[in-house]
């Protein structure tokens, strides 16, 4: 189990040197801070002493080792567009978008859970075929046209919710959250759902899938002849073996959540890191996108270990192949 952990951080490290290397070139060859920091009038010598003062005046190596350094200390320089500390940007915007990714996923895992076992089990009733009808709708849609399509229904014709912004929050020392305040709720439900609809649908498939996969086995067959009831074959012994490739796909969801939140933040103009990187893009500020860019193979590493350590507590098997291999 140690070696195993080992092993999954040393290719971690490995993983965010290669983004860090993608990024540093981003930030390297996209654009020149010089120019868009002090505009096409600056003298020579002022271009020369800003140089000087980034760095930029350093070997391609040097300024690689220097950006690995800022970025382990969490520190991109400076936006070239707000002309404030990266570092900043993201603490400040960084709360929006974990409580709306952590909310969407609760709301995918809780109800696409229960369906994907009931369609399942009722697999050939109305309710099931309804259910599984409707789940084509949220894959096949985009999610910005979902976001619309709920703006236009909830807040423009029925107005029972807002369509923009984050509402009322409470702070939690530099922790900013709007899950205190009724106001706060209100302007999460809509771009809640948005996300969440496409990942809700998408666990209830596979555990459908799943679940039907793993109640044609002999060992449920043995199950039933000995005479164990519906409730213990079902979610003693089935729903435990369908969890396996469901926490994958749950797991690299969730870092898919709040890589992809961008569309949704655009839609509802929910201030975080999403609505950070798309109005960097279009200003090319590039340490804001680079800074954006290891912080999300930060998250997607981090699950893909957490992910990797839930399997042994799940699945058994790999727990005995495991210690197999060890001796």
């Known amino acids: 189990m140690l070696v195993f952990i080992i092993r999954r951080l040393v290719q971690a490290v490995l ?17 020149d801070p010089v120019t868009i920091m002090l505009g096409q009038d600056a003298t020579d010598a002022d271009r020369a002493a800003l140089r000087t003062s980034l760095g930029l005046d350093q ?28 570092s900043e940007l993201l603490k400040d915007r960084l709360p929006a978008t974990v409580e709306l990714s952590v909310v969407a996923a609760i709301m995918a895992l809780v109800v696409g859970l229960p369906l ?10 109305f309710i099931s ?4 009808a409707f789940s084509l709708l949220g894959i096949s849609l985009p999610t910005f046209l ?24 409470t702070y939690i020392g530099w922790w900013s959250t709007g899950l205190f305040t009724i106001d706060g709720w209100r302007h999460l439900i809509l771009p809640a759902i948005t996300l969440s609809l496409f ?5 209830l498939r596979l555990v459908r899938s799943e679940m039907l996969e793993v109640l044609r086995t002999d060992y449920i067959k043995f199950a039933r002849a000995r005479g164990l009831s519906q409730r213990a074959i079902h979610f003693g012994h089935a ?18 959540i709040i890589a992809f939140a961008i569309v949704t933040e655009t839609v509802f103009q929910w201030p975080g890191m999403g609505l950070l990187f798309i109005q960097a893009v279009q200003f090319a500020d590039v340490p804001v996108m680079a800074a954006y860019l ?10 893909n270990l957490i992910v990797d350590l839930l399997y042994f507590a799940v699945d058994p098997r790999l727990r005995i192949s495991m210690n197999r291999g060890a001796q």
């Open 199 to 203: 990942q809700l649908t998408l666990i």
């Open 129 to 132: 075929q309804a259910i599984l």
């Open 59 to 86: 070997s391609a190596f040097v300024q690689f080792w220097h950006f690995v350094q800022n970025a382990v200390q969490g520190e991109f320089g400076l936006s070239l567009r707000q002309g404030q500390s990266v």
């Open 116 to 125: 994907g076992v009931y369609t399942a089990l009722k697999r050939n009733g």
């Open 294 to 303: 290891c912080l999300i193979a930060l998250v997607f590493v981090c699950i």
């Open 146 to 169: 979902i976001g619309i399509l709920l703006i236009l229904v909830m807040s423009v014709q029925l107005g029972w919710l807002p369509s923009y912004g984050r509402g009322e929050v």
């Open 15 to 31: 993983v965010m040197l290669a983004v860090s290397l993608l990024a540093f070139i981003l930030f390297r060859y996209i654009g």
């Open 239 to 256: 729903l435990k073996n369908t969890m396996v490739p469901v926490i994958t796909i749950t797991g690299l969801q969730l870092g898919g």
